[in-house]
């Protein structure tokens, strides 16, 4: 009946099934064969369908009983009422079963629905229990779960394609870690910004690490700061400032042997030696630059050893412009960040170092008061050695201290290919999956464990449908977001490069409050209240227009 209850109407539908004693069940069925038998040849293959049911039922098989439904319709008015009975009738229809609206017997059809009326039942039909189970409608659509969650009540409230409620959640107990899988054009970053935009409420730390600017717009129209980190343009980053405690010398000694590629316990014991000669010195030599002459200490560099490594990470090296700067302005006190990794995620050599280092930044700041930390193209910026060795106790760790991982991708395939897919899937409560028509089974259902009916699902999606399919432990529903008839968040939520350019001409000209550029960029009013109110109900109010 699933066609039937995916209608955009309000209806009851009853039924009830009485099990009849075989011999009973059995005379009936001899008494219809007998009917059909002086019947003209239309009636062969029913026959035909007759005694096969019957030896079914000698057979011991299935059983058979008395079939009732009925479908009650509820509409404004009877415009209405007649159109959606019209469309239940059809539904039904496509399942083979003749639908009737009642007129005479409209009274006991409405008192049969309830229990202990069984004299108010006007039609009844013998059908097996096979029938029953797949006829019966005892199973609904999901409804989530609106209070009582890990952080509270639900995050949002997504309409099914039923035109049901779903109070979606991140979490499943205290795991709140969750993907979004979808091509490029399939709505996925306005999923995962507006998906970010409703948990503000919580009030939660948020970083996202972004790729092409797609959630700039988002960032700063709830207040957050926004940096881009530009190959070859000074980053602020200057690890070596950390404050002195264990465990940033310890978080230094791993991140250097990493970073220059340590081999063996000796290169090891020389990083360490050196870390803990740089927090000895003044706190105006803790940079990188000055680190090369406590790796070569008294020797003179020799070709490939650590301070010759080093010289790429420092002054007119290489890349000496991301983390050999004077000051570290990393500045994380701001509860909403945004970081566009566009230029190192393509970059192994940058990209591990440059993510470990904000990890660490990020759990200084873990408290216990709700976190998110949100990667576009996860799978590829953790994708590496250094990540795949750790990622089971970094989750746990998150996960202990309130924090919960969101991960974007367009493909599939990359992100089961990474080498930390099996431990994002096992540490994954909630994964949305947008329309694809061309996903494969042997991703989707091998990979992520989709059904074939699931898989179906997201392949027949149309892509203009605004539907996507949540999977979660205890839960598997295609719910819509419809966000037509307020453009205005679209075009934050979308971050089309467009938008993301007229952002910057706006920020020159009016400055980076929300409320000056906002009006301009997007056509409507600002819905918040003062300018960069970041701690008020501007995310909630900017994601429910």
């Not at 539904?91 to 609206?101: H, M, Y």
């Not at 307020?486 to 075009?491: C, D, G, N, R, S």
């Amino acid at each position: 009946l699933d066609a039937l209850l995916r209608l955009p109407f309000e209806m009851v539908v009853s039924e009830s099934y009485a099990p009849q004693e075989r011999q009973t069940a059995r005379e009936r069925m001899d008494l219809a064969i007998r009917r059909l038998k002086s019947a003209d040849e239309e009636a062969a293959a029913e026959r035909a369908d007759m005694l096969s049911a019957r030896d079914a039922l000698g057979n011991g098989a299935v059983g058979f009983g008395d079939h009732h439904l009925t479908v009650l319709v509820r509409e404004r008015d009877l415009v209405r009422l007649d159109d959606a009975t019209a469309a239940c009738a059809a539904a039904l229809a496509d399942t083979g079963a003749i639908a009737v609206r009642e007129d005479t017997n409209l009274e006991p059809a409405f008192w049969g629905q309830f229990p202990g009326n069984e004299g108010y039942l006007v039609r009844r039909a013998l059908i097996s229990s096979a029938n029953m189970a797949s006829f019966g409608s005892f199973h609904g659509f999901a409804l989530g779960k609106a209070d009582g969650n890990h952080w509270g009540e639900a995050v949002t409230l997504l309409q099914t394609t039923s035109a049901t409620p779903f109070f979606f959640n991140f979490h499943h107990g205290d795991l709140g870690n969750f993907s979004v899988i979808g091509p490029s054009g399939s709505g996925k970053t306005v999923v995962m910004n507006f998906l970010a935009a409703q948990a503000q409420k919580f009030k939660p730390r948020t970083v996202l690490f972004d790729k092409d600017r797609g959630a700039e717009l988002f960032i700063r129209g709830i207040g957050g700061r926004y940096d881009k980190i530009s190959a070859g343009e000074p980053t602020g980053f200057n690890p070596m400032a950390l404050a002195d405690n264990a465990t940033n010398r310890a978080f230094l000694r791993d991140w250097l042997g990493v970073l220059l590629k340590a081999e063996g316990p000796e290169e090891s014991a020389t990083i360490a030696t050196a870390v803990d000669a740089a927090y000895s010195n003044d706190g105006s030599l803790r940079r990188l630059r000055h680190f090369k002459e406590l790796l070569s200490g008294t020797r003179r560099p020799q070709p490939g050893d650590l301070a010759d490594r080093l010289a790429a990470w420092i002054g007119e090296g290489e890349n000496g412009w991301l983390f050999d700067n004077a000051e570290d302005r990393l500045d994380l006190s701001t509860r909403v960040v945004g970081f566009d990794m566009t230029a190192l995620l393509e970059n192994p050599k940058l990209r591990t170092p440059t993510m470990m280092y904000l990890f660490h930044r990020i759990e200084e700041r873990l408290d216990g008061d709700p976190t998110m930390i949100l990667i576009d193209e996860g799978w590829k910026a953790l994708d590496d050695e250094v990540f795949a060795a750790r990622i089971r106790d970094w989750l746990k760790t998150l996960r202990k201290r309130n924090a919960l991982v969101g991960f974007a991708t367009q493909s599939a395939r990359d992100a089961l290919e990474s080498r930390i897919s099996t431990a994002l899937v096992e540490q994954t409560a909630t994964m949305i999956f947008m329309p694809n028509s061309r996903a494969r089974p042997e991703d989707y259902c091998d990979g992520f464990g989709l059904t074939q009916h699931e898989l179906a699902l997201i392949r027949t999606l149309p892509a203009h449908s605004r539907c996507f399919l949540i999977r979660q432990p205890d839960a598997s529903v295609v719910v819509r977001l419809d966000l037509s008839g307020a453009p205005e968040v679209l075009t934050v939520l979308s971050g089309r490069e467009g938008s993301v350019r007229r952002l910057d001409l706006l920020r020159e000209a009016v400055g980076d409050n929300p409320a000056d550029w906002f009006p301009t960029l997007t056509g409507a009013a600002w819905p918040g209240g003062g300018a960069n109110d970041s701690h008020g109900d501007i995310p909630e109010r900017l994601a429910a227009e």
